[in-house]
């Protein structure tokens, strides 16, 4: 096994695992202790591997990277939607 097919599946299997984040979040239909920000930085960083692993002929890492960045899209935008539905407190915490 190659280190590009070793990576890839890293890829793969993260893709699978963000996956089943976005089953759990249209399962609950709510969004509790997640940060947006972090997952949106990581998606970015998979826009970047599949520039990067193309131009490194890394063929292996590439289709893992464009399945986990696909995954990880969907999940920023389910995120964003079960977020901005969820109803806002107007209980105050005492300090």
Known sequence: M???MI???FE???AFLVGNHCRVI??????????VFSTAIFTIWGVWNIFW???LDQWCSFYGSL???AVN????LMLLHY???QPKSDTVLPV
Do not use: H, I, Q
Not at 26 to 34: C, P, R, T
Not at 73 to 76: G, L
């Open 67 to 69: 399945l986990l960045m």
């Open 12 to 14: 793969l299997v993260g």
């Open 53 to 55: 692993y193309s131009n």
């Open 83 to 85: 977020r901005n539905k």
């Open 26 to 35: 249209m399962k609950e239909k709510e969004v509790k202790g997640v940060s």
């Open 2 to 4: 190659t280190p590009d």
């Open 73 to 76: 899209s969907t999940y920023v």
């Open 7 to 9: 990576n890839g599946t």
